[in-house]
Structures are given as C-alpha cells and as structure tokens.
C-alpha cells in the first residue's frame, strides 16, 4: 500500500512537472510571437525608426522650400531664374541653344 502511495505522488509529480513546464512553454511562446511580443515590439522599433528618419527628412525639404519661397518673394533675380528654368521663358532679344540629348543604350 505505501507502494501505490508512492507511485501515486510520483504520478502527480509528474502531471505537475508537466503542467509547469507547459505553463512556462505558452509564456515564452506568447512573450515572443504574441500581439506584444518581443517581436512585434522589434518590428514597432524599425517602423519608428524610418517614421523619425522620414520626418526629419520631410523637415529638411520643409526647410529648403520656405528658403527658396523667401527668395521668389523678395529677389526678381530668383523669379527670373525660375521662370527660365521652368517655364523656358527668354527675353525678346535672346536667342536660346537646346542640346540634344543622347539616347543611353
């Protein structure tokens, strides 16, 4: 009798061993692979990364815009440099050479 005493504590040593170590497994599983796993958090940090790296580029361009808004509004040479370029406006008296350009093969 102390025999299947024995057994039968050793038998629920073993189904609680089981249960822990199944417990432990889903933890890491659903630390890992869960909505805030370690690797969602690793994916959320990349994204953030390239959303600051955006911004700051979005920023700079921001910056180069208002510059080149500042010089249209207070300098006529600017505007005539713009029109030229963009709009391929010349004077009446000038005479202007276009270069044909290669086709790379």
């Given at each position: 009798?102390a025999r299947d005493e024995e057994r039968g504590m050793s038998l629920r040593r073993?189904?609680?061993?089981?249960?822990?170590?199944?417990?432990?497994?889903?933890?890491?599983?659903?630390?890992?692979?869960?909505?805030?796993?370690?690797?969602?958090?690793?994916?959320?940090?990349?994204?953030?990364?390239?959303?600051?790296?955006?911004?700051?580029?979005?920023?700079?361009?921001?910056?180069?815009?208002?510059?080149?808004?500042?010089?249209?509004?207070?300098?006529?040479?600017?505007?005539?440099?713009?029109?030229?370029?963009?709009?391929?406006?010349?004077?009446?008296?000038?005479?202007?050479?276009?270069?044909?350009?290669?086709?790379?093969?």
């Open positions: 009798m073993k189904i609680a061993l089981a249960a822990v170590f199944f417990f432990f497994v889903v933890l890491l599983i659903s630390s890992l692979f869960g909505k805030k796993g370690l690797i969602e958090i690793y994916k959320a940090r990349k994204n953030y990364e390239t959303l600051v790296q955006e911004i700051k580029d979005l920023e700079a361009k921001k910056s180069r815009l208002e510059k080149d808004i500042q010089a249209l509004e207070k300098d006529p040479e600017a505007v005539e440099m713009e029109a030229r370029e963009k709009l391929w406006l010349m004077k009446p008296d000038e005479k202007v050479i276009v270069k044909k350009k290669e086709n790379p093969r």
